[in-house]
T-cell receptor, first 112, second 112 residues
Framework: NAGVTQTPKFRVLKTGQSMTLLCAQD?????MYWYRQDPGMGLRLIHY???????AKGEVPDGYNVSRLKKQNFLLGLESAAPSQTSVYFC???????????FGPGTRLTVL | GDSVTQMEGPVTLSEEAFLTINCTYT??????LFWYVQYPGEGLQLLLK?????DKGSNKGFEATYRKETTSFHLEKGSVQVSDSAVYFC???????????FGAGTQVVVTP
């Protein structure tokens, strides 16, 4: 039982490049979330999903897109990376809501 | 909107000292309250939670009581260990989707 995994762990992009972050969970959770963590600001919600095929915007969605084609996977895309998107990205999931969220280990992204 | 305010760190303590981290919140409705902990290089994990007024959450020697009258959820531990060194986040949710609003986090450093 791996819990919540994130791929990749680290990535460096140049401004304007695109990439996709993958989050996978093996707990059959309905709810999945993408957060970004910046110094002094805690975690802020980017997008979330309440089930396969559904997504919704969080607090800071601009510049990001998401997809949940399979229940166990939640993808976060950056179409044209900007230095302001340099951050640590965390994925989380929960079986029901509101309830305990289980977090992945994070992806550290640097945009030059 | 909803918000969480927690004391700034770092908080530096000696082993076996008493730890308090203050957390206050502003929310519409009746939030569920959480404390998450982030150990170095890892994702967040739930430490404890409380879902209604006067509830006390406890885990690993940590406690926090949901005080509606003072809109607070302060974290306490009677005798800290070096292994408690981490960043602690207070968080709340007020909706049925479980979207979390985090405080900025408080770094705790425990020295031998």
């Amino acid at each position: 039982n791996a819990g919540v995994t994130q791929t990749p762990k680290f990535r460096v992009l140049k401004t304007g490049q695109s990439m996709t972050l993958l989050c996978a969970q093996d707990m059959n959770h309905e709810y999945m979330y993408w957060y970004r963590q910046d110094p002094g600001m805690g975690l802020r919600l980017i997008h979330y999903s309440v089930g396969e095929g559904t997504t919704a915007k969080g607090e800071v969605p601009d510049g990001y897109n998401v997809s949940r084609l399979k229940k166990q996977n939640f993808l976060l895309g950056l179409e044209s990376a900007a230095p302001s998107q340099t951050s640590v990205y965390f994925c989380a999931s929960s079986y029901i809501a509101p309830d305990t969220q289980y977090f992945g280990p994070g992806t550290r992204l640097t945009v030059l | 909107g909803d918000s969480v305010t927690q004391m700034e760190g770092p908080v530096t303590l000696s082993e076996e000292a008493f730890l308090t981290i203050n957390c206050t919140y502003t929310a519409t409705g009746y939030p569920s309250l959480f404390w998450y902990v982030q150990y170095p290089g890892e994702g967040l994990q739930l430490l404890l939670k409380a879902t209604k007024a006067d509830d006390k959450g406890s885990n690993k020697g940590f406690e926090a009581t949901y005080r509606k009258e003072t809109t607070s959820f302060h974290l306490e531990k009677g005798s800290v260990q070096v292994s408690d060194s981490a960043v602690y986040f207070c968080a709340l949710t007020t909706d049925s989707w479980g979207k979390l609003q985090f405080g900025a986090g408080t770094q705790v450093v425990v020295t031998p």
